[in-house]
């Protein structure tokens, strides 16, 4: 994996001049600052939770009956071990090196182009809201299954009302609210599985050990938009656009750096553990519910085709239905109801922060960048909130139909982000080349860098280009715009922002890979001064055992 040091990151020298890639932060001490209030546990579990959406529990039955199991696991394993691994690896080594309040954003336009910054900011801020709208609807959509006469804006008003106080408090519980309901989520997945062992083994009331029944006679893989070998490769294509949606990239880590306690130990933390949660939440995950639910079964199909609400369209629950076992399905769907929950209220979380790193660097209106006394961008929260407002759409139109044109429009959108972050740390490790920056100063560098992110790029621009194939022929008019309409506002933004303010590429001899560290130096010297890892067991030493255990999970 990555090298972390255990190193004294001394203060580095600031600069007073503006030069090609250096940008000025616009903040004003009359605005306030986010605080370092997330701890590692904070951060772990946002990481984690922040990336287990209803998607994993929902919307995945819909490429399970068009591609089939083992398409399942070959497109979750190639999107999360190719494309998501190494990007999380070197966003990791960008922000444990300069964890700004700016975020990444910021980095883009230091590194490779202000425009990309601006592009790649309100990308992903058009994405985070999405995702809000998208985790919302599913509340939606699952409160339905219990009460299907109640309106489901009742219940898209009820979670943003909760997710905004939530948000709209001190970072610290917001941190513990979302530490929690991350938990339920790991342990959901966790139980899932487990049940999914047992039951295949025979342990179900059924006696039954059907073990990979589910695979046989030809369902391991099936033919989706052609037939044969050909239909076979699009199903699991179909698999890895899903996966660019259900899978999470380091958007948290990343918008999150400037809140982070001990940034420099946290964050490569975090980093070295992405491989074992790609496998063990994600392709053990699908390998499961490949396992528990026939692609065949009547019952996930007719939920499919009947835009059925919540669990009733869940391959789990569906499965755990078919083994006749009571009680449980209820469980899950009020699990899946807090999933979704947990989900709305991360992401109204990072849409915020990402409104409020524009308004830093003076990509957005300045107001957004203002902040309470406990280090909340309360105007920024508010403005997402009003925007994801669009979500009541599903009291006019069927909540399981709007759930997936927000996956669509969402999809894309985070694809695109994370390309661009790519391209950051290009820009980055060209810069640190150029400029003679010693790779053992770095408190974390990414393992087989720049290669792996060459390689993911190119992914990335493939799944850009190829992400709405099955809306050409015969053409469909929503799947084109929702499958396409990021990838065009992206470059729009990004031409928007070339022409009216006249950027030009930064040079990697010119790019700015100082100002800020010394700010966050001076923050964070008490975690660091002395060595990282010295004072994380100075620290440990005061405890008790059972607490130091505790702190040694994170």
């Known amino acids: 994996m990555g090298a972390e040091k255990d190193i004294d990151l001394s203060p580095s020298r600031t600069t007073s001049h503006t030069q090609p890639g250096v940008v000025l932060s616009t903040s004003d001490q009359s605005l306030n600052e986010t605080k370092r209030g997330l701890s590692p546990r904070h951060v772990q579990l946002m990481a984690i939770g922040g990336s287990i959406g209803t998607g994993l529990w929902v919307g995945i039955g819909g490429v399970l009956s068009e591609a089939g199991p083992l398409?399942?696991?070959?497109?979750?394993?190639?999107?999360?071990?190719?494309?998501?691994?190494?990007?999380?690896?070197?966003?990791?080594?960008?922000?444990?090196?300069?964890?700004?309040?700016?975020?990444?954003?910021?980095?883009?336009?230091?590194?490779?182009?202000?425009?990309?910054?601006?592009?790649?900011?309100?990308?992903?801020?058009?994405?985070?809201?999405?995702?809000?709208?998208?985790?919302?609807?599913?509340?939606?959509?699952?409160?339905?299954?219990?009460?299907?006469?109640?309106?489901?804006?009742?219940?898209?008003?009820?979670?943003?009302?909760?997710?905004?106080?939530?948000?709209?408090?001190?970072?610290?519980?917001?941190?513990?609210?979302?530490?929690?309901?991350?938990?339920?989520?790991?342990?959901?997945?966790?139980?899932?599985?487990?049940?999914?062992?047992?039951?295949?083994?025979?342990?179900?009331?059924?006696?039954?050990?059907?073990?990979?029944?589910?695979?046989?006679?030809?369902?391991?893989?099936?033919?989706?938009?052609?037939?044969?070998?050909?239909?076979?490769?699009?199903?699991?294509?179909?698999?890895?656009?899903?996966?660019?949606?259900?899978?999470?990239?380091?958007?948290?880590?990343?918008?999150?750096?400037?809140?982070?306690?001990?940034?420099?130990?946290?964050i490569p933390r975090v980093a070295k553990l992405i491989f074992y949660r790609l496998v063990g939440f994600y392709i053990v995950g699908v390998l499961c519910v490949g396992i528990l639910c026939s692609s065949r079964d009547p019952g996930l199909l007719g939920a499919i085709e009947n835009s059925e609400p919540g669990a009733a369209a869940s391959p789990w629950v569906i499965g755990i239905k078919n083994l006749g076992i009571p009680v449980l399905p209820h469980i899950i769907n009020a699990l899946i109801l807090l999933s979704g929950w947990s989900c709305g209220n991360a992401y109204l979380y990072a849409a915020s922060r990402t409104l409020y790193g524009l308004a830093r660097d003076g990509q957005a209106p300045k107001f957004f960048a203002k902040c309470t006394k406990d280090g909340v961008p309360v105007f920024a929260v508010a403005a997402v909130a009003l925007i994801s407002c669009i979500t009541f759409l599903v009291s006019s139109n069927n909540a399981a139909e709007v759930f997936f044109w927000f996956v669509d429009l969402t999809t894309t959108a985070l694809i695109m982000s994370y390309t661009m972050?790519?391209?950051?740390?290009?820009?980055?490790?060209?810069?640190?080349?150029?400029?003679?920056?010693?790779?053992?100063?770095?408190?974390?560098?990414?393992?087989?860098?720049?290669y792996s992110t060459y390689f993911a790029l190119m992914l990335g621009i493939l799944a850009l280009i190829f992400v709405g194939f099955d809306a050409f022929v015969p053409f469909d008019v929503r799947g084109f715009v929702t499958n396409y309409f990021a990838l065009a506002f992206g470059i729009f933004m990004y031409l928007v922002w070339k022409v009216f303010r006249r950027t030009s590429f930064v040079s990697p001899k010119d790019a700015d890979l100082i100002s800020g560290k010394k700010e966050v130096d001076d923050e964070c010297k008490h975690w660091e001064e002395g060595g990282i890892e010295e004072v994380e067991r100075q620290r440990l030493a005061q405890m008790s055992i059972a607490r130091r255990f505790w702190e040694r999970l994170w």
Not at 174 to 199: N, P, R
Request: proline share 5%; with cysteine; hydrophobic share 50%.
């Open 421 to 450: 972050m790519m391209i950051t740390y290009v820009g980055f490790y060209r810069a640190r080349t150029s400029q003679g920056m010693d790779p053992a100063t770095l408190p974390y560098r990414a393992p087989w860098a720049p």
């Open 71 to 266: 398409s399942l696991i070959l497109g979750y394993a190639f999107w999360g071990l190719l494309y998501v691994w190494p990007l999380n690896l070197c966003v990791a080594e960008m922000c444990a090196y300069l964890p700004i309040r700016g975020s990444i954003f910021e980095l883009a336009s230091r590194f490779v182009d202000p425009a990309l910054g601006f592009a790649m900011g309100w990308t992903y801020f058009f994405a985070g809201t999405m995702l809000v709208c998208v985790e919302w609807s599913a509340v939606a959509t699952v409160m339905q299954y219990w009460v299907p006469d109640v309106n489901p804006a009742a219940w898209i008003a009820m979670a943003l009302v909760i997710c905004f106080f939530l948000n709209v408090v001190a970072v610290k519980w917001y941190g513990e609210s979302e530490f929690i309901m991350a938990s339920t989520k790991v342990l959901l997945l966790f139980g899932l599985c487990l049940l999914t062992l047992i039951t295949m083994s025979g342990g179900n009331p059924q006696h039954d050990a059907y073990g990979f029944r589910n695979w046989g006679n030809g369902n391991a893989m099936h033919a989706y938009y052609t037939d044969g070998a050909t239909g076979r490769f699009l199903g699991w294509w179909e698999v890895v656009i899903y996966a660019g949606f259900t899978i999470a990239g380091p958007d948290m880590i990343a918008l999150a750096a400037g809140e982070i306690q001990n940034p420099r130990r946290t």
